[in-house]
């Protein structure tokens, strides 16, 4: 859910960027071509075409970073040549072209590319071939006011990008135990069923269920409960690798997504946190906490719902016998795994 919230974003920025350049550069290029200015009308016809490829190509592949970045590219290198070309009438249209560049990559490669962007303009015009400033007092102003430009844009988008990044946190981690929510469940199992169709790679999961936890809540309170949850989630990930993925699923389920595991490694890692949770959790008066497991790999999941509704009925069948145990799905009765 992280990432396609993120595409999301990057996508509808680029889409606004191309569309804005193209009819904002149309009517210059044909109005340049068609006055004899060929080389700027070709520059300009060259960033429309490339505003439209990578606008397709984030569409089509889902992908926005490499074609926000050809974006991003090729308009610094285009406004150095029109600027060669035309001097200081296009140098109004560089401020504009600025903010553009940090919507369509990260901060720091927007500022990069933009300081490099007037350094060549500067470079321009003590060249022989540019002269693209009528005095020092221009070159010195246009520099003052880009680099001011660029710091104050590189601000803006920074916290920008720090504050989308705390909102998806908060959308998608769950404030008591810092599991991640169910709501990003949904994308990180579609990814593994695509990994294992595509390249064979085998993922496990586990549907994890606190025993009699409603109890839990009636006798000692609902600050109790919570304690125990926030006590479980970091037991868990102290147990699976920094690759495998801790949902929270209901109130006391939880979703564990193991990537890259046969189900005989699942199994006897299942009953590992099985016995943490059963020796190192305890209750107020003492007694011992336990849970139920319900675990399947991903080779019998046509999508995320079935995969995850042959855990769902694995953690009913581990309930129904008695709890405190492991049961593997879609396995007879007799393979399930009890209770020593």
């Given at each position: 859910?992280?990432?396609?919230?993120?595409?999301?974003?990057?996508?509808?920025?680029?889409t606004?960027?191309?569309v804005?350049?193209?009819?904002?550069?149309?009517?210059?290029?044909?109005?340049?071509?068609?006055?004899?200015?060929?080389?700027?009308?070709?520059?300009?016809?060259?960033?429309?075409?490339?505003?439209?490829?990578?606008v397709?190509?984030?569409w089509?592949?889902?992908?926005?970073?490499?074609?926000?970045?050809l974006?991003?590219?090729?308009?610094?290198?285009?406004?150095?040549?029109?600027?060669?070309?035309?001097?200081?009438?296009?140098?109004?249209?560089?401020?504009?072209?600025?903010?553009?560049?940090?919507?369509?990559?990260?901060?720091?490669?927007?500022?990069?590319?933009?300081?490099?962007?007037?350094?060549?303009?500067?470079?321009?015009?003590?060249?022989?071939?540019?002269?693209?400033?009528?005095?020092?007092?221009q070159?010195?102003?246009?520099?003052?006011?880009?680099?001011?430009?660029?710091?104050?844009?590189?601000?803006?988008?920074?916290?920008?990008?720090?504050q989308?990044?705390?909102?998806?946190?908060?959308?998608?981690?769950?404030?008591?135990t810092?599991?991640?929510?169910?709501?990003?469940?949904?994308?990180?199992?579609?990814?593994?069923?695509?990994?294992?169709?595509?390249?064979?790679?085998?993922?496990?999961?586990?549907?994890?269920?606190?025993?009699?936890?409603?109890?839990?809540?009636?006798?000692f309170?609902?600050?109790v409960?919570?304690?125990?949850?926030?006590?479980?989630?970091?037991?868990?990930?102290?147990?699976i690798?920094?690759?495998?993925?801790?949902?929270?699923?209901?109130?006391?389920?939880?979703?564990?997504?193991?990537?890259?595991?046969?189900?005989?490694d699942?199994?006897?890692?299942?009953?590992?946190?099985?016995?943490?949770?059963?020796?190192?959790?305890?209750?107020?008066?003492?007694?011992?906490?336990?849970?139920?497991?319900?675990?399947?790999?991903?080779?019998?999941?046509?999508?995320?719902e079935?995969?995850?509704?042959?855990?769902?009925?694995?953690?009913?069948?581990?309930?129904?016998?008695?709890?405190?145990?492991?049961?593997?799905?879609?396995?007879?009765?007799?393979?399930?795994?009890?209770?020593?």
């Amino acid at each position: 859910m992280l990432q396609r919230l993120k595409n999301d974003f990057h996508l509808s920025m680029i889409t606004l960027v191309g569309v804005i350049a193209s009819g904002t550069l149309l009517p210059y290029a044909l109005y340049r071509i068609a006055t004899g200015n060929y080389l700027v009308g070709v520059v300009d016809l060259l960033m429309i075409a490339v505003s439209t490829v990578s606008v397709l190509m984030a569409w089509r592949t889902g992908d926005t970073e490499k074609p926000g970045f050809l974006m991003a590219a090729v308009f610094c290198f285009g406004a150095v040549l029109v600027c060669m070309k035309l001097g200081q009438d296009v140098l109004f249209w560089i401020y504009p072209l600025m903010v553009f560049i940090f919507f369509l990559v990260a901060p720091i490669k927007a500022l990069l590319l933009l300081l490099l962007m007037v350094s060549a303009i500067v470079s321009l015009h003590f060249s022989e071939h540019s002269a693209i400033f009528a005095n020092n007092f221009q070159l010195l102003a246009f520099i003052t006011t880009t680099l001011i430009t660029s710091i104050f844009a590189y601000i803006f988008a920074y916290r920008t990008h720090l504050q989308r990044q705390e909102l998806r946190r908060l959308a998608t981690t769950d404030p008591l135990t810092g599991a991640a929510t169910r709501h990003s469940l949904t994308d990180e199992l579609t990814y593994a069923i695509q990994q294992y169709q595509l390249k064979g790679v085998v993922s496990g999961l586990m549907l994890l269920d606190l025993d009699h936890f409603k109890r839990i809540n009636d006798n000692f309170g609902h600050q109790v409960g919570d304690q125990i949850l926030s006590q479980l989630v970091p037991l868990l990930k102290q147990m699976i690798r920094q690759q495998d993925s801790v949902f929270r699923y209901g109130g006391e389920e939880f979703v564990l997504l193991i990537k890259e595991i046969q189900l005989a490694d699942l199994h006897r890692l299942a009953e590992k946190i099985r016995h943490a949770v059963w020796h190192q959790l305890n209750l107020p008066d003492g007694s011992a906490l336990t849970t139920s497991i319900g675990i399947a790999t991903v080779q019998h999941a046509n999508d995320w719902e079935s995969w995850l509704q042959n855990a769902d009925i694995a953690l009913y069948q581990a309930k129904h016998q008695g709890r405190n145990q492991v049961v593997i799905a879609a396995l007879p009765a007799e393979q399930t795994t009890t209770l020593p």
